[in-house]
């Protein structure tokens, strides 16, 4: 949203007020985020029944993907991408262009990602899960909770 906002155009609005949300996306779009380690225990989580799966692995499988590829983009302070566009960024830079994402992760994460688009298996997502549970410095036999839900 602050990306639309900081680089798009209106049609119609009052000045002022435009400038003034410009200058509040630009400060939320270099804003570190706060490092959330239950982005991690939902990947574990996912990733868990997707390998529990003996029927339909299709919708696990493509669970666990999108909350790898939502955990390793925010803890690494990337814009978290709309669902239903995840592949296509991916796949198509000039389709990033379009949208103006500035900054992108290009490393063995991005490759990780598309092999788990066009070669969709276990072995490749075996790959990911462990490259970003190993980024995130993630181990579920140290994960505590640290407040009671009530």
Not at 40 to 48: K, T
């Amino acid at each position: 949203m602050a990306n639309m906002i900081l680089n798009g155009k209106l049609l119609y609005g009052n000045p002022k007020v435009v400038e003034r949300l410009k200058r509040k996306a630009l400060k939320a779009i270099n804003k570190k985020n706060e490092y959330d380690i239950m982005k991690y225990y939902r990947c574990w989580d996912a990733y868990e029944d997707y390998k529990a799966c003996r029927h339909h692995k299709d919708m696990p499988y493509y669970l666990c993907l999108k909350y790898l590829i939502e955990a390793y983009l925010y803890n690494n302070d990337y814009f978290i991408l709309p669902e239903n566009k995840i592949e296509r960024f991916f796949k198509d830079p000039l389709y990033r262009e379009k949208y103006q994402i500035p900054k992108f992760p290009q490393n063995i994460f991005n490759e990780l990602v598309k092999n788990c688009f066009n070669h969709p298996n276990k072995d490749n997502l075996d790959k990911l899960y462990e490259f970003v549970i190993n980024d995130g410095k993630f181990n579920i036999n140290d994960f505590k909770i640290k407040e009671k839900i009530k």
